[in-house]
Nanobody, 115 residues
Framework: VQLQASGGGLVQPGGSLGLSCTTS????????MGWFRQAPGKQRELVAT???????NYAGFVEGRFTIFRDNAGSTVTLQMNSLKPEDTAVYFC??????????WGQGTQVTVSS
């Protein structure tokens, strides 16, 4: 199983980034897909999830700034982040979960929001 995240980088406050996660080795349309993040010295936290039916869930700090969507044909999940803030700086991880037991993580991609 592989989850390959890409799209991180350095962006100024107020800017936008799109993170993509391409998967292989799983039956993608069975899995709830999600993005988590971990800032230095902090625990990993949920950012957003999307179920197999396309139902989305966002952490409170997202405040309408981020959108998660999935492409079942391409086995890809994307997180579009707008109006980024310095406190969004973290390593962002892609996650795939099916029935709790089957849970996989990508390698993480760094997002830095700084002027």
């Amino acid at each position: 199983v592989q989850l390959q995240a890409s799209g991180g980088g350095l962006v100024q406050p107020g800017g936008s980034l799109g993170l993509s996660c391409t998967t292989s080795g799983i039956t993608f349309n069975l899995y709830t897909m999600g993005w988590f993040r971990q800032a230095p010295g902090k625990q990993r936290e949920l950012v957003a999830t999307i179920t197999t039916d396309g139902i989305t869930n966002y952490a409170g700090f997202v405040e309408g700034r981020f959108t998660i969507f999935r492409d079942n044909a391409g086995s890809t999940v994307t997180l579009q982040m707008n109006s980024l803030k310095p406190e969004d700086t973290a390593v962002y991880f892609c996650n795939a979960n099916w029935r709790v037991r089957w849970n996989y993580w990508g390698q993480g991609t760094q997002v830095t929001v700084s002027s």
